[in-house]
């Protein structure tokens, strides 16, 4: 009994649930079927409801996609700055790396050369 009870009540929950979404189906916009229609009135009206739909989906996506490249056009752009910094960094560092190595090189000719000269 207790059983029967608790799944009429879930049952009637379920029920008071869903139907409002029975309700709002119908206003959801979408595209429909028009040749289902008789009257070339109601077939027009179908159509232009469609055609409207269309043309809202097209802006909204026309829209969100600007957005997403305008974004990955400034990241590009943060990128590049990053790169040009990390470029000149790396040129500093292979001359203060090189200019050691000169000196060394230098070090060890000076004294060749001092001894080329004494003979």
């Known amino acids: 009994?207790?059983?029967?009870?608790?799944?009429?009540c879930f049952a009637m929950l379920l029920l008071a649930a869903l139907a409002p979404l029975?309700?709002?189906?119908?206003?959801?916009?979408?595209?429909e079927?028009?040749?289902?229609?008789k009257t070339m009135e109601r077939r027009t009206?179908?159509?232009?409801s469609n055609v409207d739909f269309l043309q809202k989906t097209?802006?909204?996506?026309?829209?969100?996609?600007?957005?997403?490249?305008?974004?990955?056009?400034?990241?590009i752009d943060t990128l590049k700055t990053s790169l040009a910094g990390l470029q000149k960094t790396l040129a500093d560092l292979q001359?203060?790396?090189?200019k050691p190595a000169d000196d060394a090189k230098k070090?060890?000719?000076?004294?060749?050369?001092?001894?080329?000269?004494?003979?």
């Open 58 to 75: 097209i802006t909204k996506l026309t829209l969100d996609h600007q957005q997403k490249l305008d974004a990955a056009n400034r990241q």
């Open 95 to 98: 001359a203060a790396q090189a």
């Open 107 to 119: 070090k060890q000719d000076a004294p060749a050369a001092a001894k080329d000269a004494a003979k």
């Open 45 to 48: 009206s179908c159509l232009q």
């Open 22 to 31: 029975s309700l709002r189906a119908q206003d959801v916009p979408g595209i």
């Open 33 to 37: 079927i028009c040749t289902v229609e």
């Open 1 to 8: 009994m207790l059983i029967r009870s608790a799944g009429v």
